[in-house]
């Protein structure tokens, strides 16, 4: 499994799965085990069952880069969970603009000052036009509310799960 910049709260608990070699990975992150750049991920073709990469892709310079070189690394028949962050209205299409440099005007574009995309509705479309099988699992809206929280999953977040085509 390959975690991409890993959060805390996930760390222990997949280092601690049964029969999972667990990597962890960032360009710059001291949680990670190893440090990559995820435009060009460092490891052959082929070869993670599972790549968990959450709240990435917005910091990008080049999503479909990083979109393509995930699917690379997965074995086919391999899975991700590829999230992004929605701002609510959700535009109907994906807005970069990588000539926007300054914070303040990224915050005001992006919803965050470390930003350089707001991603639309259209975000499966671009995973699938990487190569993607993606899957929208709506969990939060079909689990009871004590599983919600007792999984701590946002309230009105779509899960993106992804598939390598066997």
Same mark, same amino acid.
């Not at 962050?85 to 303040?104: A, G, W, Y």
């Given at each position: ?26 360009? @710059? ?46 074995? =086919? ?11 609510? =209205? ?33 975000? =499966? ?31 009105? @977040? ?9």
């Amino acid at each position: 499994m390959l975690h991409v910049a890993p959060e805390l709260c996930f760390m222990d608990k997949f280092e601690a799965l049964p029969n999972t070699d667990y990597i962890t990975a960032d360009i @710059e992150s001291p949680l990670a085990k190893v440090k990559m750049d995820i435009h060009e991920i460092p490891f052959e073709e082929n070869t993670f069952d599972v790549v968990f990469c959450n709240h990435v892709l917005e910091h990008v310079d080049d999503d479909q880069l990083a979109m393509r070189e995930m699917l690379r690394v997965l074995k =086919p028949g391999g899975w991700g969970i590829l999230q992004i962050p929605l701002f609510h =209205p959700i535009p109907e299409k994906t807005f970069e603009d990588l000539t926007i440099t300054s914070p303040k005007e990224r915050e005001q574009m992006f919803g965050q000052d470390d930003h350089v995309r707001l991603f639309g509705k259209d975000y =499966p479309e671009r995973l699938r036009s990487q190569g993607f099988i993606v899957k929208q699992e709506k969990l939060v809206f079909e689990l009871p509310e004590e599983d919600v929280k007792r999984y701590g999953l946002p309230s009105d @977040e779509i899960i993106y799960r992804v598939e390598k085509p066997a």
